[in-house]
């Protein structure tokens, strides 16, 4: 069974860098079929989707976002990773990363969710 | 942003049978691209409940089913219960993001 665990600070000061990791565990990260994405939940935006990643690098944004968000791979550790600068309150969420299956965009997997506030 | 309108909340007493909405426009559901319905419970991750518009994943209850026409999508609840209690997401692609489109969230209560 596929199993995705978000890791990272929970606490982020303002204008600083949001730094998070998600580690695949079950099931190989280079697998051809899926993307990697990192998804969003707060009380006053609902789920926001932040972006996503391929195996091989290639990565699409949330243009409401894009000049401010970073996703890497790393396929020898079968983990993909989030940067968000410039943080603000608004930032303060649940962050969750998923498996997406390319074919009909299906978010197959998710992890359990890490909290992150933005708090000076 | 893009978002999928959803009813903010729909009720029912166990047995009965609820719809949700979700309605899009013409750079996702509209564009023919498959919706997706996904359930949260209190405190945990959304689990994926319906998958391309109709299909249900293994150990879904089929008190649960999808359908899609136009630039809408519905989740229908046959047969209610109080586990069914949760907030219920619709979720399709969007062009204009090249990425995925949430609804805004519909949450059921079992009276």
């Known amino acids: 069974q596929l199993q995705l665990q978000e890791s990272g600070p929970g606490l982020v000061k303002p204008s600083e860098t949001l730094s998070l990791t998600c580690t695949v565990s079950?099931?190989?990260?280079?697998?051809?079929?899926?993307?990697w994405d990192w998804i969003r939940q707060s009380p006053g935006r609902g789920l926001e989707w932040i972006g996503k990643i391929y195996y091989s690098g290639g990565t699409y944004y949330n243009p409401s976002l894009k000049s401010r968000v970073t996703i890497s791979v790393d396929t020898s550790k079968n983990q993909f990773s989030l940067k968000l600068s410039s943080v603000t309150a608004a930032d303060t969420a649940v962050y969750y990363c998923?498996?997406?299956?390319?074919?009909?965009?299906?978010?197959?997997?998710w992890g359990q969710g890490i909290l992150v506030t933005v708090f000076s | 942003q893009s978002v999928l309108t959803q009813p903010p909340s729909v009720s029912g007493a166990p047995g009965q049978r609820v719809t949700i909405s979700c309605t899009g426009s013409s750079s996702n559901i509209g564009a023919d691209y498959a919706v997706h319905w996904y359930q949260q419970l209190p405190g945990t991750a959304p689990k994926l409940l319906i998958d391309?518009?109709?299909d249900r994943p293994s150990g879904v209850p089929d008190r649960f089913s999808g359908s899609k026409s136009g630039t809408s999508a519905s989740l229908v609840i046959t047969g209610l219960q109080t586990e069914d209690e949760a907030d219920y997401y619709c979720q399709s692609y969007d062009s204009s993001l090249s990425g995925s489109v949430f609804g805004t969230g519909t949450k059921v209560t079992v009276l």
């Open positions: 998923a498996r997406l299956r390319s074919r009909l965009n299906t978010l197959e997997y």
């Open positions: 079950g099931g190989s990260i280079s697998n051809s079929d899926y993307y």
């Open positions: 391309g518009n109709t």
